[in-house]
């Protein structure tokens, strides 16, 4: 874990060059995985976000838009962009965005706020911030994102471009501005190295202000992909995200990049709520989705109560702290679904149960 961007080192080449030898590392970079994907299935459905969806050409297309638009601002490779978005499919947009370009996404919770975001944007020395302005509720109700977001900009000065998905004010880069570039969509601007540094996730510990975690293109495309294979996804998979998109565990295990590496499709919500929820893997016919233990225990109760009819669910991955036997076992009884238990970290271990093993190994 890095403290400071300057902290990052490298894998030592004689261990790379063993993960090499082995295939486990295939020089391939993110942005790469994307155009592979959409070259071999283009009018497949990559991505639903309420009423919007977009095939694999689409995304693709929409992250090459958002590339330019970020080249148009100033951006080039290396700067690092703190990203702090809800799930929105412009937080995909945006990454795989990044990747062409050769820049490094930091990647935030939409949780996190003034403190724990400006020591992300130090030791990060980030560029750019990637943020919204959302309907807040509760204690946050009143919340000013955008206003958060210039504090932060007049205090820090490598911190030099604002860019808002919905919000405006002085200085502020809407979204939707990056995607007008007049620039045609074509290919990467920046040839990658697989080994480079790809993305910064955060520090899974309870204690103190979150530490960066690097990943490389190399190392981080060998996890997706395992995980992807353990979990048996393919092109026929609908992976519901519930979980923020930008957690390891619904990004990477298997997660959304795990379902765009295999061809299927990766459906938003932006509620955590047991009736919404339903709804939507009634909707679009999802196979798969994560939870945490609490999440999924608030699930069962609410299933108990309405038997929700969930027929195409196939798995239901809990992951982020024990679950217990008891719970454990009422997901076939009540869900209808086989549970997967997921143990991992973002520094790079995952561990899963497998769909082989016997019901009580789960």
């Not at 874990?1 to 490298?10: A, F, G, N, V, Y």
């Not at 639903?48 to 929409?62: F, I, K, P, S, V």
């Not at 309907?135 to 946050?140: A, F």
């Not at 497998?354 to 190994?361: G, H, I």
Request: charged share 15%; hydrophobic share 45%; proline share 4%.
């Amino acid at each position: 874990m890095m403290e400071d961007i300057q902290d990052w080192t490298p894998w030592p080449e004689d261990v790379a060059s063993q993960y090499r030898k082995k295939g486990y590392w295939q020089g391939q970079c993110l942005g790469e995985m994307l155009a592979e994907r959409a070259g071999k299935t283009p009018q497949r459905m990559a991505l639903m976000c309420g009423e919007r969806h977009w095939t694999y050409a689409e995304l693709l297309n929409d992250s090459y838009r958002c590339a330019h638009g970020l080249l148009d601002l100033g951006l080039q490779a290396g700067d690092r962009v703190l990203v702090q978005l809800p799930n929105v499919a412009e937080f995909f947009i945006m990454s795989f965005a990044l990747f062409h370009l050769g820049a490094i996404p930091v990647f935030a919770l939409p949780a996190h706020r003034q403190h724990e975001l400006r020591h992300l944007l130090q030791i990060s020395e980030a560029v750019a911030y990637v943020g919204t302005q959302t309907v807040s509720t509760g204690l946050d109700a009143g919340f000013d994102a955008v206003s958060m977001a210039q504090s932060l900009r007049a205090d820090l000065p490598n911190l030099r471009h604002l860019i808002f998905v919905q919000g405006e004010g002085a200085g502020i880069v809407a979204f939707a501005q990056l995607l007008s570039s007049e620039h045609q969509p074509q290919l990467p601007m920046h040839q990658n190295d697989a080994s480079a540094l790809a993305l910064l996730l955060l520090s899974g510990g309870s204690t103190g202000l979150p530490k960066l975690i690097p990943r490389t293109h190399d190392d981080y495309l060998y996890s997706v992909r395992e995980s992807a294979r353990i979990c048996e996804l393919d092109e026929s998979t609908v992976y519901l995200s519930v979980l923020p998109v930008a957690h390891n565990f619904s990004l990477s295990s298997p997660g959304s990049f795990g379902v765009f590496y295999a061809g299927g499709c990766v459906v938003l919500s932006q509620t955590q709520q047991a009736d919404q929820v339903f709804a939507l893997i009634r909707q679009h016919r999802v196979n798969i989705t994560a939870a945490v233990p609490p999440l999924a225990i608030l699930w069962l109760e609410a299933a108990k109560k309405t038997t929700p009819q969930l027929d195409s669910l196939q798995v239901l991955q809990v992951g982020g702290a024990k679950f217990s036997a008891m719970h454990a076992q009422q997901v076939l009884q009540i869900l209808g679904c086989r549970l997967q238990q997921v143990f991992g970290m973002a520094e790079g271990l995952v561990n899963y149960t497998r769909a082989s093993d016997d019901e009580w190994l789960t």
